[in-house]
């Protein structure tokens, strides 16, 4: 699977959106980028998932970019309660294999008041 | 609430003793899985069931012994475990299609070895 770099740490004030950058240049075509975050002492949330098309849900949207070697996870209006380290997450689907997901560091991303 | 439980929430162990994790999941899903988190070290992903049958074990030490009776239960069978094997074990489940599906996690057990 394709590696992915993500910044360390950010920060947003609440209220406005949360904009989390994620590069992953070796990136091919048949691998789809995942996002997940992981709350303080809990399990990681899946939040949304993409292939070539901006995708967006309840949660987030995803835009990624037309050579697919970047995409940013965009979180409209940021609260408190979504501090957390986001994980930007690229891989091949087998249905053989299972689902197997590989965790980098994250963003730790951190709302103010 | 995800779907998935894992007991206990909590497990102080000397390094002698034998313990076991459980993790149930309650989606219907047919693959499950172990990952470790240690203090600032990204998520290990340990050992995977698909269809109850064990997929992958990512080099994990034979001090750490997965069970899959059913597709809704999980163990990691611990013994003699060494003071590094402290962390955070968490479980996950997926329903397996075409495709992939995305992973539901528990709240995890964190596991002090003394």
């Known amino acids: 699977d394709a590696k992915?770099?993500?910044?360390?740490?950010?920060?947003?004030?609440?209220?406005?959106?949360a904009n989390l950058p994620c590069n992953h240049s070796t990136i091919s075509g048949n691998e789809y980028v995942y996002w997940y975050r992981q709350i303080h002492s809990q399990g990681p949330q899946y939040i949304i998932h993409g292939l070539k098309n901006n995708e967006t849900n309840e949660m987030a949207s995803l835009i990624i970019t037309e050579d697919?070697?970047?995409s940013t996870?965009?979180?409209p209006h940021a609260t408190l309660r979504d501090t957390a380290v986001?994980?930007?997450?690229?891989?091949?689907?087998?249905?053989?294999?299972?689902?197997?997901?590989?965790?980098g560091g994250g963003t730790r991303l951190m709302v103010k008041p | 609430?995800?779907?998935?439980?894992?007991?206990?929430?909590?497990?102080?162990m000397g390094m002698t003793n034998k313990k076991s994790l459980k993790c149930e999941q309650h989606l219907g899903h047919n693959a499950m899985y172990w990952y470790k988190q240690s203090a600032k070290k990204p998520l290990e992903l340990m050992f995977v069931y698909?269809?109850?049958?064990q997929t992958e074990n990512n080099s994990v030490p034979s001090r750490f012994s997965p069970e899959c009776p059913n597709s809704s239960h999980l163990f990691l069978h611990l013994h003699t475990?060494?003071?590094e094997d402290s962390a955070l074990y968490l479980c996950a489940s997926s329903q397996e299609i075409r495709g992939g599906n995305e992973?539901?996690?528990?709240p995890g057990t964190r596991l002090t070895v003394l």
């Not at chain 1, 091949?92 to 299972?98: C, D, I």
């Open chain 1, 86 to 103: 986001y994980y930007c997450i690229v891989r091949t689907l087998s249905y053989n294999a299972g689902n197997m997901l590989t965790f």
């Open chain 1, 4 to 17: 992915t770099t993500q910044p360390p740490s950010m920060d947003c004030a609440e209220g406005r959106a």
């Open chain 2, 103 to 106: 992973q539901f996690f528990g």
């Open chain 2, 1 to 12: 609430e995800t779907g998935v439980t894992q007991t206990p929430r909590h497990l102080v």
């Open chain 2, 50 to 53: 698909n269809f109850k049958e």
């Open chain 1, 68 to 70: 697919r070697k970047s």
């Open chain 1, 73 to 75: 996870l965009i979180l």
């Open chain 2, 81 to 83: 475990l060494q003071p």
